[in-house]
């Protein structure tokens, strides 16, 4: 099939990446010129496992292309699909402005040569969204333009996105028009997955209800790991004593610095704005996003009590990204962290696999005291504490004879629970967790 994808960053270019693997056609659009040229020349902007050799590996087959033009996009593909930012704003609601400038140039891009076409919102969207969308492309293109809407949201996480876009869960196809269910079924046939099949604002519904709920499951563990810590039990057994039951499930159940990234902070705001414009205060939304938001407090207060004055402190961090596998630094808890602790007059060395290069060119830390090391033990030099902020599992395979080598004093908060109490305090490392007992250094 012929699929265009307007807007190319995590999710259009993972999506149309994986769409060409599958066999269709696919013309990735972005207004972003630098980046259309950088992938035209074979350079991928972001880092995202297995992505880069099928990048190439679609645009050398012919099936995958790159573009500036939303005209080019619509002339192409039978399906066109909306990948654009849907940012907060402040107050919480979404700034859905990307998604009517798109859906205003599809509509203006339509000829009288332009068949039947898919409009596909995949960017995650206000219930109604789709609505707003239709009214929008009937205003702005030809009389007689002939399209459908649909909502498919998309499910992929950051640093496994090809393999949840070959493999998914299940796919979710919203619309109200028959044609246009019976091409998304095509474009879909190639993966095997069940289908959801429903009308526009409950597809729409789906992704938002979806990401609250996994946000509710971190908020949950982590308000569990508090009482664990006041009662001296331990999480991580709650956390597997509690996901061995089916109904359950262990993922999510993490107690950790909380979440952040792109799409969570700004999803759950998003739903307690729709709830409440619809006329549901969504007051349990409101908690698990306070329990969040008091988890890097509660952490920071832990480095305070330890650290006392954080003034001149040197500090190491490891970990930038906002997750494991990534290199996105967006709503990242581990830069939140560097903020608050650079503010409080610390001096940080930071160290990540992937993502010190997003960090510079998008953290805002111009002028602050804060420097980036070669690799995961060059940052522990003359250390008075190592703060772990992302999962990365290279973490978890630390090396505590070179940590205390390093160290100017071996002490460890682990924001993610990956190192254990036991080891760490038989090396003789004062380390610190979330949720779980503490064990003084033997
Ligand atoms: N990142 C994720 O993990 C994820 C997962 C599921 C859903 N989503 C949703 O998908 C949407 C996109 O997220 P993202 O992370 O890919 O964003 P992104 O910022 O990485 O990419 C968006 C791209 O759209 C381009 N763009 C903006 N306006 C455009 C226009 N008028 N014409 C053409 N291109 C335009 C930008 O240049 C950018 O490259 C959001 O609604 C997000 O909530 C994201």
Redesign the pocket.
């Known amino acids: 099939m012929k699929i265009s994808i307007?807007?190319?960053?995590?999710?259009?270019l993972t999506t149309g990446t994986c769409f060409a693997e599958v066999g269709h056609h696919v013309v990735c659009?972005?207004?972003?010129a630098e980046?259309v040229a950088m992938l035209r020349n074979g350079k991928i902007p972001i880092y995202e496992p297995k992505l880069e050799e099928l990048i190439i590996k679609n645009v050398n087959a012919g099936r995958l292309s790159f573009t500036t033009s939303?005209e080019e996009g619509v002339a192409h593909g039978e399906v066109v699909m909306i990948?654009?930012?849907?940012p907060p704003q402040p107050d919480g609601s979404v700034d859905l402005s990307?998604i009517e400038?798109?859906a205003r140039?599809i509509a203006e891009s339509f000829t009288e040569n332009t068949g039947y076409r898919v409009i596909v919102d995949?960017?995650?969207?206000p219930v109604k969204t789709g609505q707003k969308v239709a009214e929008t492309v009937r205003r702005y293109a030809p009389a007689n333009a002939e399209f459908g809407v649909c909502s498919n949201?998309?499910?992929?996480?950051?640093g496994c996105?090809v393999d949840d876009l070959l493999n998914p869960d299940r796919i979710v196809i919203g619309t109200n028009d028959d044609k246009a269910t019976a091409l998304m079924q095509q474009v879909y046939a190639p993966f095997i997955a069940p289908v959801v099949v429903t009308d526009v604002e409950s597809a729409e519904l789906i992704k938002h209800a979806a990401n609250s709920f996994l946000a509710l499951k971190i908020s949950y563990i982590n308000a569990v790991g508090r009482i664990c810590e006041k009662s001296g039990a331990d999480i991580e057994k709650v956390a597997e004593g509690i996901g061995m039951d089916k109904r359950i499930g262990r993922s999510f159940l993490n107690a950790g610095l909380g979440y952040g990234g792109?799409?969570f902070p700004?999803?759950i705001k998003a739903f307690i704005s729709i709830s409440e414009s619809l006329g549901y205060p969504f007051e349990l939304l409101k908690q698990v996003e306070q329990i969040n938001e008091d988890q890097l407090s509660l952490f920071l207060g832990k480095i305070r009590e330890k650290l006392w004055v954080l003034q001149e402190k040197k500090i190491a961090v490891w970990g930038l990204a906002f997750k494991q596998n990534t290199d996105d630094v967006r709503e990242s808890v581990a830069l939140k962290l560097i903020k608050q602790m650079l503010n409080e007059g610390a001096a940080i060395t930071a160290w990540d696999p992937e993502a010190i290069e997003t960090c510079k060119r998008f953290g805002n830390f111009e002028g602050a005291n804060l420097s980036y090391a070669e690799d995961k033990y060059a940052c522990l030099d003359d250390a008075e504490a190592l703060v772990i902020a992302t999962e990365w599992p290279d973490f978890a395979n630390a090396d505590f004879a070179e940590i205390k080598k390093r160290m100017k004093t071996p002490l460890i908060f682990d924001g993610r629970n990956l190192l254990t109490p036991e080891t760490a305090s038989s090396q003789g490392i004062e380390y610190y967790s979330v949720g779980r007992p503490t064990i003084q250094p033997s």
């Open positions: 307007i807007g190319t960053g995590y999710v259009g659009v972005d207004n972003n980046k939303t990948a654009v930012p849907t990307f400038k798109v140039e995949k960017s995650t969207v949201p998309e499910f992929l996480r950051e996105a792109s799409c700004k999803d």
